[in-house]
């Protein structure tokens, strides 16, 4: 398995608080990506990066915001979580953009 | 651009029996092409790629998919269904691996009847 980890993998919290979700790789990709997964929507890609400090909108970015400091970590913060991003919040990682991408187990995320 | 549809959003077949889940693409370039896998709890797994070279690709557990250009499909099988074969399943697509991400379908959950 590709060395991803997720942090924490179960969360729950109230409607307001911040909330960061961190995302660890072991593999050196360049590539990064958190989706939400929710039933009868797939995966939604929030946000990704192709580098340090480089990051860009996916297609649900409202509320969302990410921060690449280094090659192997990517944090995804809801500044002031709502109920209706209750959710599973899977990290992905590639070597390149457009080849295949390799998941992390999730994070089970309730906003109460 | 690119899109992926995935015919079914459920999809049972009986132990034994011949499993096809359909997956149909738009793209302006030559695709890159996928299908993950994702058990219950789990993240999703790569079960196949399309990246150009030949038009069967196969995979792990059994599976495999053909590109079909002139029908813009790249359909999964397997020709047996086990129960552990249960699972949701997500056919993806990018343009090439240049290009800053991948399109995911919405998924099929295949069941397995006894």
């Known amino acids: 398995d590709a060395g991803i980890t997720q942090s924490p993998r179960h969360k729950v919290t109230e409607t307001g608080t911040p909330v960061t979700l961190r995302c660890h790789q072991t593999?050196?990709?360049?590539?990064m990506y958190w989706y939400r997964q929710d039933p009868g929507h797939g995966l939604r890609l929030i946000h990704y990066?192709?580098?340090?400090?480089?990051?860009d909108k996916g297609e649900v970015s409202d509320g969302y915001s990410v921060s690449r400091s280094k090659t192997e970590d990517f944090l995804l913060t809801l500044e002031s979580a709502t109920s209706s991003q209750t959710s599973v919040y899977f990290c992905?990682?590639?070597?390149?953009?457009?080849?295949?991408?390799?998941f992390g187990p999730g994070t089970r995320l309730t906003v109460l | 651009a690119q899109s992926v549809t995935q015919l079914g959003s459920h999809v049972s077949v009986s132990e034994g029996a011949l499993v096809l889940l359909r997956c149909n693409y738009s793209?302006?370039?030559?695709?890159?092409l996928f299908w993950y896998v994702q058990y219950p709890n789990q993240g999703l797994q790569l079960l196949l790629k399309?990246?150009?070279?030949?038009?069967l690709v196969k995979g792990i557990n059994g599976f495999e998919a053909e590109f079909k250009k002139s029908e813009t499909s790249f359909h999964l099988t397997k020709p047996s269904a086990h129960m552990s074969d249960a699972a949701e399943y997500f056919c993806?697509?990018?343009?090439?691996?240049?290009?800053?991400?991948?399109?995911f379908g919405s998924g099929t959950r295949l069941s397995i009847r006894p």
């Open positions: 399309y990246t150009s070279a030949a038009t």
């Open positions: 993806a697509v990018s343009g090439d691996s240049s290009a800053s991400k991948i399109i």
């Open positions: 593999e050196n990709h360049r590539y």
């Open positions: 793209s302006s370039v030559p695709p890159y």
């Open positions: 990066s192709y580098g340090v400090k480089d990051t």
């Open positions: 992905a990682i590639g070597s390149s953009g457009g080849n295949e991408q390799f």
